[in-house]
């Protein structure tokens, strides 16, 4: 397989935020946003963006580019061109042709009615054929993974991958999330994930593809999430609004709930300067949810 791609400047700091471009930017969004970037910035780091849109049936060109103009308008740039993963189908076709190889994948065919059986899972590996239309699936791990997260302390991945044998690549041809976000954080060398607490489920199985591609999965964080008055994450599917482009109050009201209080910054710079200086993700652990605040509802 090519190494071309692969950097050699693996001590250093390396963060990301990887938006899909389904929406604008939410206010759920800007805090992860944020969380990634200071935990970059307070270990004198690299923050990258990175434009998740491999779902070429939910993302849009033009969210990408709001999302990026409102990350510029909170002074949030990335330290390196933006990669977009849409882009970069063949490098994914590289890693799923190697996974093929290692007849560690299989072709699938089943659909979701006949899976309803299963709660939707996969337990595990079907007679399929790549005659009819199929999708293809990574083969279920007996490993179990576990992840020292400085927020969430150690997770403990048991029975995730036992029944479950994930996508890798959709019939529709589309790449998952899960295989272009393994590769593009392997390939970006990038060396800390700080994101939000929904995507504690994904981990497992992106554990278990470093594990059959012999890589070593960086250090992964997860920032409790903030909920609406029901009790719902902020997303788009919960019709989340977008946010105000450069506004001081949202962004300070951002850092509130990751327990930074930079309310005498008078700009937007002088907040993110104090706030690099107060990140501390110690202060959120033990927090299992951060209820939006009364005063904040008209930012969801
Ligand atoms: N693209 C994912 C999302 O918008 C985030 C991926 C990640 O941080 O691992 O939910």
């Not at 693996?10 to 992860?32: I, N």
């Amino acid at each position: 397989m090519s190494n071309s791609h692969v950097k050699t400047d693996t001590k250093h700091y390396r963060g990301r935020f990887a938006p899909s471009p389904t929406g604008p930017l939410h206010f759920g969004s800007l805090v992860s946003a944020l969380a990634s970037y200071l935990d970059a910035k307070k270990q004198q780091g690299s923050w990258i963006i990175r434009i998740e849109d491999v779902d070429g049936t939910r993302c849009k060109p033009s969210f990408s580019e709001q999302i990026i103009d409102t990350l510029t308008s909170y002074q949030l740039h990335s330290d390196e061109p933006v990669r977009t993963q849409s882009q970069h189908s063949e490098t994914y076709e590289e890693y799923l042709s190697e996974l093929k190889r290692q007849k560690l994948v299989f072709p699938c065919n089943c659909t979701r009615q006949s899976l309803t059986q299963f709660n939707g899972n996969h337990p595990s590996e079907c007679s399929s054929t790549v005659e009819a239309s199929h999708s293809w699936r990574l083969k279920a791990s007996p490993n179990i993974y576990q992840c020292r997260d400085k927020i969430q302390g150690l997770l403990t991945f048991t029975d995730d991958l036992k029944n479950n044998c994930p996508v890798l690549k959709r019939k529709d041809g589309y790449f998952s999330y899960q295989l272009a976000v393994v590769v593009d954080d392997h390939l970006q060398n990038i060396s800390h994930l700080v994101r939000g607490a929904d995507l504690i489920e994904t981990t497992a199985q992106q554990l278990h593809l470093y594990d059959v591609l012999g890589w070593t999965p960086p250090d992964i964080c997860h920032i409790p999430l903030i909920i609406n008055p029901s009790g719902d994450k902020i997303s788009k599917q919960n019709h989340a609004k977008a946010i105000e482009n450069a506004h001081l109050p949202t962004l300070l009201r951002a850092l509130h709930y990751l327990q930074i209080n930079a309310d005498n910054a008078s700009s937007i710079i002088e907040a993110l300067t104090q706030a690099i200086n107060m990140w501390n993700p110690n202060k959120l652990k033990d927090i299992k949810y951060l209820p939006i605040e009364s005063q904040d509802r008209h930012l969801i």
